[in-house]
C-alpha cells in the first residue's frame, strides 16, 4: 500500500468486536489505508480473525506497561511511519470512503475540540463558587500549568477529544511528550478510562493531551476534526456504554443497517467473524431497537427527574 496515513488503533479483549467492526469497515470503505491494531490479552483465534485482512499489521502490546490501553495510544501512533496517522479509537466504525478527510486541511494536525457548552459540562464539577462556566477552572489551569512546566498562559481554553486525531509525522515529538507527560502525572496501574480520585486529570489521557495542547511550547497548530461532519462519510464512534456488540443505543442506532452491511460484506468475501451476539443479527433488529428506545426514555425521565430534585432541593 502506498497510502498517505495509517489507521491506528489498539485494544485489550473486551474490545474484539469493537476492533473487528473498526478494521471490517475500513477494509470494505478504505482498503488503501493500512491498519495497525496493537492488542493485549489477544487469543490466536482472536489474532487469526485480524489476519484475513489484507493491509493490517498487528502488534503486542508490552506487558510492562500496566496502564489501561486509552493510556497507551502514543505506542500505537509512534507504530507508523506514513506522513499521516490516524488514530481512531477502537469502538471506531468508517462510513463511506474517508480517505480525503484523512489529511487535516493544515496539513499538519487535527483533533476535536470541545465547544464552550459541552466543556463548561464536562468541568462542571471542578468550577469554584462564582467561576464563569464554558472554559478551563482555575485551578486544573494553574495544575496543568505546573505539571507541564513550560507556558503560563494556556493557548486554549477548552478540552479536546482524544477518540480521533490524525496528526503529521513532524509533530510525533509532541505525541512522544504526549507519553512522557502520561507517565509523568497518572499512577502506573489501570485506573480506567475515568479517574474521579485525580480532578484535573480524570479524563485520564485526555486531560494530559489537553494539557500540552494549552501549555506545550511544541503543541501543533490545530484543525478541525473533518470526519465527523458528513453523513456519507464520516466515523462512527460508539463512546458510551453499552456498546453495539451488547445491545444498541438510540443515539448510534442510525449505524444499525451500515453494520449489519459491512458483517455482510465480511460474510460474501469469506472473512469469518467472532461469535455473532444478538444485538448485530438481523433478525434481532425490532427487539434491539425497542430497547435502544426504552433505554432512551429511561434515561430522558431519569434527567427530568434529576433536574426537578435539583430546583427544589438545591436552591
Not at 510525533?172 to 511528550?177: G, H, N, P, T
Request: overall charge positive; aromatic content about 10%.
Amino acid at each position: 500500500m502506498n497510502a498517505r496515513t495509517t489507521i491506528v488503533t489498539a485494544c485489550d479483549r473486551n474490545y474484539v468486536w469493537g476492533a473487528y467492526l473498526l478494521i471490517a469497515s475500513a477494509a470494505r470503505s478504505i482498503p488503501t489505508v493500512p491498519v495497525h491494531l496493537l492488542h493485549t490479552g489477544f487469543s490466536e483465534a482472536d489474532l487469526a480473525l485480524f489476519r484475513q485482512f489484507p493491509g493490517v499489521r498487528l502488534m503486542p502490546m508490552s506487558d510492562s506497561n500496566r496502564r489501561n490501553v486509552c493510556n497507551r495510544k502514543a505506542e500505537a501512533i509512534l507504530s507508523a511511519d506514513t506522513e499521516f496517522v490516524a488514530w481512531l479509537d477502537a469502538d471506531c466504525f468508517v462510513i463511506g470512503d474517508i480517505t480525503e478527510l484523512l489529511v487535516p486541511t493544515n496539513g499538519e494536525f487535527q483533533i476535536q475540540l470541545r465547544d464552550r457548552t459541552e466543556n463548561a459540562r464536562v468541568w462542571r464539577h471542578h468550577y469554584a463558587p462564582g467561576e464563569a462556566r464554558g472554559g478551563l477552572p482555575r485551578e486544573v489551569r494553574q495544575r496543568w500549568s505546573a505539571d507541564v512546566g513550560q507556558l503560563s498562559e494556556p493557548r486554549i481554553d477548552t478540552t479536546c477529544v482524544t477518540n480521533a486525531i490524525v496528526t503529521h509525522r513532524r509533530h510525533l515529538d509532541f505525541i512522544r511528550e504526549w507519553q512522557s507527560q502520561i507517565a509523568k502525572v497518572l499512577p502506573a496501574g489501570d485506573t480506567g478510562v475515568v479517574d474521579k480520585s485525580r480532578p484535573e486529570y480524570f479524563m485520564t489521557d485526555e486531560s494530559v493531551f489537553t494539557s500540552l495542547l494549552a501549555f506545550a511550547r511544541n503543541a501543533p497548530p490545530i484543525s478541525a476534526m473533518r470526519t465527523n461532519l458528513e453523513p456519507a462519510r464520516h466515523v462512527a464512534h460508539f463512546g458510551a456504554n453499552p456498546k453495539p456488540w451488547k445491545q444498541w443505543r438510540h443515539g448510534v442506532w442510525y449505524c444499525n443497517a451500515p453494520v449489519l452491511d459491512v458483517l455482510d460484506w465480511t460474510r460474501a468475501q469469506g472473512y469469518r467473524t467472532p461469535p455473532v451476539p444478538w444485538s448485530l443479527r438481523r433478525s434481532s433488529r425490532p427487539a434491539a431497537y425497542g430497547i435502544a428506545l426504552a433505554l432512551e426514555a429511561k434515561a430522558r425521565v431519569r434527567g427530568f427527574g434529576g433536574r426537578i430534585l435539583k430546583r427544589r432541593y438545591l436552591r
